[in-house]
T-cell receptor, first 114, second 111 residues
Framework: AQSVTQPDIHITVSEGASLELRCNYS??????LFWYVQSPGQGLQLLLK??????LVQGIKGFEAEFKRSQSSFNLRKPSVHWSDAAEYFC????????????FGKGTHLIIQP | EPEVTQTPSHQVTQMGQEVILRCVPI?????FYWYRQILGQKVEFLVS????????KSEIFDDQFSVERPDGSNFTLKIRSTKLEDSAMYFC?????????FGSGTQLSVL
């Protein structure tokens, strides 16, 4: 069965500092990997996705993620965070594109310090 | 950017009552989904819908749940007899290709 682990429930980062959110997955075949962000009162917004090809993927809002098959990881990074990045971040794995049968991690709550 | 619209944003119901959650997917999308998030827990897949039928469903999606696309624009989730444990945020999503779009959710509270 597929699963996603986000080991950090909360992360606090100073504004302007770099960010890395961890995600480890378990999946039997080549995974489709996603990062979503949820701001308070908002839906889930897709930041980026990995299906195949270049293992470093660029997303919206200056985020990027790197797929490392050997470590079963898909960590999200941003070189310099902004106060507006404060939100809940979810990693997800699926068998295909779209939003079909996604398995989500528990999420990481990102707090930005001034 | 196109949006998936969900109504209402909050719904309160009594245990045992039927509830219908409504979603308007993006107009040219063909695949539709419902997810839920119980407070403090993971977002969980419920069901996917394509070509007017369920294409996949999870163990959570039992006989109390049903989905429908009644008029070509709306996509609904019906819970026939709500239980306390159905209290959650319910997300609708739609897709046409590799990217899924999620709505902002309906917070269902069962009293």
């Amino acid at each position: 069965a597929q699963s996603v682990t986000q080991p950090d429930i909360h992360i606090t980062v100073s504004e302007g500092a770099s960010l890395e959110l961890r995600c480890n997955y378990s999946y039997g075949a080549t995974p489709y990997l996603f990062w979503y962000v949820q701001s308070p009162g908002q839906g889930l917004q897709l930041l980026l996705k990995y299906f195949s090809g270049d293992t470093l993927v660029q997303g919206i809002k200056g985020f990027e993620a790197e797929f490392k098959r050997s470590q079963s990881s898909f960590n999200l990074r941003k070189p310099s965070v902004h106060w507006s990045d404060a939100a809940e971040y979810f990693c997800a794995v699926g068998a295909g594109g779209g939003a079909d049968g996604l398995t989500f991690g528990k999420g990481t709550h990102l707090i930005i310090q001034p | 950017e196109p949006e998936v619209t969900q109504t209402p944003s909050h719904q309160v119901t009594q245990m045992g009552q039927e509830v219908i959650l409504r979603c308007v997917p993006i107009s040219n999308h063909l695949y539709f989904y419902w997810y839920r998030q119980i407070l403090g827990q993971k977002v969980e897949f419920l069901v996917s819908f394509y070509n007017n039928e369920i294409s996949e469903k999870s163990e959570i999606f039992d006989d109390q749940f049903s989905v429908e696309r009644p008029d070509g624009s709306n996509f609904t989730l019906k819970i026939r007899s709500t239980k306390l444990e159905d209290s959650a945020m319910y997300f609708c999503a739609s897709s046409m290709g590799p990217r899924g779009f999620f709505g902002s959710g309906t917070q269902l509270s069962v009293l």
